[in-house]
């Protein structure tokens, strides 16, 4: 398996637009995390999936993210509009379990928004 | 509320000295703490783990402490080599997720 692959890699974006991140989990793995990683607060958890329901959406920060995961293969954030404060480096990762078992991550989407 | 607290943003060593990275949290309902190493430009990889039923777990030159009633774990790297510089988080699970803390980034000195 290559491991969880995230695309893009990079993304700039103008104050505004709409911005959407992509991830393949590793199959077989019933778990899917989205992650944000800052200097301030380091990997915040966004948002995490099981079998593909939406498990636990408190830490996404405002109505202007979502996610979905339309099948176990395929995930996305959404940021809709986007704004300066997004910049950070997003991370999807996925899992076995939660409980246990460690987490795998994809090289994450580097999101600058100016 | 930061439930996983990583006090140390860095730490600089020696090169065959040991590294000493603490993490610290607040809700006795986790069950299972790990640590990652993450280099720039590259997700984190999971590095070792330990059991709450367990203090210590030993992993070659890596080994991490439990200490439940002061709610502290440490990773004890011996002997610190150049290739370990990286930032490194410490994770604790339960309550249905996984909680990082910030980070601490290392760097061994040659």
């Known amino acids: 398996d290559a491991g969880v692959i995230q695309s893009p890699r990079h993304e700039v974006t103008e104050m505004g637009q709409e911005v959407t991140l992509r991830c393949k989990p590793i199959?077989?793995?019933?778990?899917l995390f989205w992650y944000r990683q800052t200097m301030m607060r380091g990997l915040e958890l966004l948002i995490y999936f099981n079998n593909n329901v939406p498990i636990d959406d408190s830490g996404m920060p405002e109505d202007r993210f979502s996610a979905k995961m339309p099948n176990a293969s395929f995930s996305t954030l959404k940021i809709q509009p986007s704004e300066p404060r997004d910049s950070a480096v997003y991370f999807c990762a996925s899992s076995l379990g939660i409980l246990n078992t460690e987490a795998f991550f994809g090289q994450g989407t580097r999101l600058t928004v100016v | 509320d930061q439930q996983v607290k990583q006090n140390s943003p860095s730490l600089s060593v020696q090169e065959g000295r040991i590294s000493i990275l603490n993490c610290d949290y607040t809700?006795?309902?986790?069950?299972?703490f790990l640590w990652y190493k993450k280099y720039p430009a590259e997700g984190p990889t999971f590095l070792i783990s330990i059991s709450s039923i367990k203090d210590k777990n030993e992993d070659g030159r890596f080994t991490v402490f439990l200490n439940k009633s002061a709610k502290h774990l440490s990773l004890h790297i011996v002997p610190s080599q150049p290739g370990d510089s990286a930032v490194y988080f410490c994770a604790a699970s339960g309550l249905g997720k996984l909680v990082f803390g910030a980070g601490t980034i290392l760097r061994v000195k040659s």
């Open positions: 809700n006795s309902m986790f069950d299972y």
């Open positions: 199959s077989g793995h019933d778990y």
